[in-house]
């Protein structure tokens, strides 16, 4: 399938418009994911009355990565719905259905009123939202590269990022407020975090009803011989490209779980091993988060300059020789000061994986296919080891061996490490370029 050229460009001012519209909806899905791990240290007991705090986090661990298994079934009907019917189309379903899933968390009742069916209708809930962030990932990331122009595509695709971490602070903030006006057991009640996240949801719908389609989708044209060709979106069509494939999650592996490890983990980690209070976990978290948010449009408008994979072999050093000492430094931190100066040095180094990914992405497949190709195999790694990185984490802990996560973490960075020094800089060699989009 070939693309034409957009016929006279867009403005400037229409990009921003398109893409501040698209930020805003994937800033509300992330909130609608972060919160459940932001709250879990306050509703953990209330699905999981028995066993000690960490025995009870792991069950909220293991139904935060019940929700990743849905991804990769998100990034492929997302992916397909997107690449057939627009980019607008799926980012309007995924916010839906991350609405859907929110509003049921709300309303579950606790264990101690319906029993066993709490903790079923939360991970019904979780399933949902992971259908949401599978499809949302690769069509907001695809939407963004192609909305933006060739010079400044580095910087605008950081906003994902920008709006992601934006998510979680979003999060943090609704706790921090929530933990000045109500008591330890009132917080219990989730429902009001949860309640803000399905509201928010609708204003994200309402938003992203006034998106434009980008050009490089709109702009299609038949392919000389598509009763031969496999439709856009097929399996088939994805299979032609298995080094591209490949790539993504070479790129993905080590990036999803360092991240997971230093936002979601990070805060349980400051109360369980490093004996931080929740307040004072929750305020290192979110400084540290701020930083990092900073950091995403720097490192993307570096990238426009400078290439993509310095950019992304910054994150591989930094992160195979840094996790452990940084870890380990991070658990014997003698105050929140220290904790945070220390979890602003990962994220920064994290920063160099999260700012680019999507636009790296991107550029590696044509436009029939982009949505998919981004989105699939990203869900599947984010699945197998993002999802996992808590739940890895709170059993290595469980079982006295906590060090052994550091060196998990490790593995992975450097496995992805060998990708980016073997692969080319997607901004000479990316198929945005082409006019096959």
Request: proline share 4%; hydrophobic share 50%; aromatic share 10%.
């Amino acid at each position: 399938m070939q693309t034409s050229p957009a016929p006279g460009g867009r403005s400037m001012a229409s990009r921003i418009r398109s893409i501040f519209s698209g930020s805003v909806g994937n800033l509300v899905e992330w909130y609608d994911w972060y919160v459940y791990s932001a709250f879990a240290l306050y509703f953990a007991p209330s699905f999981f009355p028995e066993g000690s705090q960490t025995a009870q986090l792991l069950n909220t661990a293991a139904i935060f990565a019940v929700g990743f298994l849905m991804r990769p079934l998100g990034g492929w009907l997302l992916g397909l719905y997107a690449d057939r019917a627009g980019r607008k189309a799926a980012l309007m379903a995924s916010v839906l259905l991350m609405c859907g899933g929110s509003l049921l968390i709300a309303l579950t009742p606790t264990y101690a009123q319906i029993g066993v069916a709490a903790p079923v209708l939360l991970v019904l809930a979780r399933l949902l939202q992971g259908l949401s962030v599978g499809g949302e990932y690769g069509t907001s990331a695809t939407y963004l590269s192609e909305m933006a122009d060739q010079r400044n595509r580095g910087f605008f695709s950081s906003f994902q990022y920008v709006t992601l971490i934006a998510g979680q602070l979003l999060a943090l903030l609704v706790q921090l407020g929530l933990q000045q006006v109500l008591s330890a057991a009132e917080l219990q009640a989730w429902g009001v975090p949860f309640g803000i996240g399905a509201a928010a949801a609708v204003v994200a719908l309402y938003l992203r009803r006034t998106m434009e389609e980008t050009d490089a989708f709109t702009h299609q044209t038949p392919a000389d011989n598509a009763e031969a060709a496999p439709q856009p979106g097929k399996l088939q069509l994805l299979l032609r490209y298995p080094r591209e494939v490949l790539t993504v999650v070479g790129l993905t592996l080590g990036g999803t779980v360092v991240f997971y490890t230093f936002t979601t983990y990070t805060q349980k980690f400051l109360v369980n091993t490093t004996g931080f209070s929740k307040g004072q976990a929750t305020l290192v978290s979110f400084g540290a988060l701020g930083v990092a948010m900073l950091l995403q449009p720097l490192l993307g408008a570096l990238s426009d300059r400078v290439g993509r994979r310095p950019v992304l072999l910054f994150f591989g050093v930094g992160a195979t020789l840094g996790t452990v000492p940084l870890m380990t430094a991070l658990g014997a931190a003698a105050s929140p000061g220290a904790a945070f100066g220390l979890l602003v040095l990962a994220l920064a180094v994290v920063s160099g994986y999260t700012s680019i990914n999507a636009v790296v992405k991107a550029e590696l497949f044509p436009t029939e296919i982009r949505a998919l190709g981004v989105g699939l195999p990203y869900a599947l790694t984010v699945a197998i080891f993002g999802g996992t990185a808590e739940y890895v984490a709170l059993l290595a802990k469980s079982q006295g061996v906590e060090s052994w996560f550091y060196w998990y973490v490790t593995a992975c960075a450097a496995i992805s490490l060998v990708v980016y020094l073997r692969m080319p800089d997607t901004r000479d060699t990316s198929r945005l370029n082409t006019a096959a989009g």
